[in-house]
C-alpha cells in the first residue's frame, strides 16, 4: 500500500514539474519569437532602440504573466538563498550576540534549576528536545527530570 502511494506521490511531482518546465519553454518560445519579430522589425530601420524598449516591455509581461499562473506558490528557490518564512529569532541580527547568547543560557539555567533529579515535573518550555537530546534532562512518566550533567556556565 504504501509503495503505491509513493508511486502516486511521485506522479503527483512529476507531473508539476513537467508543467512548470511547460510554462518556462513557452515562455522562451515566446521570447525567442519575439527577438526574431523585433530583429526582422528593426533591419530595414537605422536605429532599434525604440523597439529593444518595447521587447523588453512585452518579454517582462510575459515572464510576470507566467509567474501569476502559478496560483500564488512560492518558487522553489529564492534569489536571496532560503526560503522566507515567518518571522524566525535567527533572522534578527542580534540572536547572535554574545548578551543573548548569555541571556538565552541563563533562562535554561534556571529551567533546570526548576527540575528535579527524583520527582518527575510536567515542562512547558520551549525547546526541552535539545536538552533532552543532549542529556541535561530525561523523560520519566509524564514528565521530566534533570540528570546529573552539568549545564555549561559561559
Do not use: C, W
Not at 14 to 41: C, G, H, K, W
Not at 53 to 62: C, K, T
Not at 67 to 81: C, E, F, L, M, V
Amino acid at each position: 500500500m504504501k509503495s503505491l502511494e509513493r508511486h502516486q506521490m511521485l506522479e503527483r511531482q512529476l507531473r508539476q514539474m513537467l508543467a512548470e518546465y511547460e510554462q518556462r519553454a513557452a515562455a522562451i518560445r515566446t521570447t525567442l519569437d519575439l527577438l526574431v519579430n523585433a530583429q526582422a522589425s528593426t533591419n530595414g530601420a537605422s536605429s532599434g532602440s525604440g523597439t529593444a524598449a518595447a521587447l523588453l516591455d512585452q518579454a517582462r509581461a510575459i515572464d510576470a504573466t507566467r509567474r501569476a499562473s502559478r496560483n500564488g506558490a512560492t518558487p522553489r528557490k529564492h534569489a536571496g538563498g532560503r526560503p522566507p518564512r515567518g518571522h524566525r529569532l535567527q533572522d534578527d541580527p542580534d540572536y547572535h550576540s554574545r548578551a543573548a547568547v548569555t541571556a538565552r543560557r541563563a533562562r535554561t539555567r534556571r529551567f533546570l534549576a526548576t527540575l528535579d533529579p527524583v520527582t518527575p515535573r510536567p515542562a512547558k518550555f520551549q525547546g526541552i528536545g535539545p536538552l533532552m537530546l543532549y542529556g541535561y534532562i530525561a523523560k520519566k512518566g509524564d514528565g521530566y527530570i534533570r540528570t546529573s550533567k552539568p549545564f555549561p556556565e559561559n
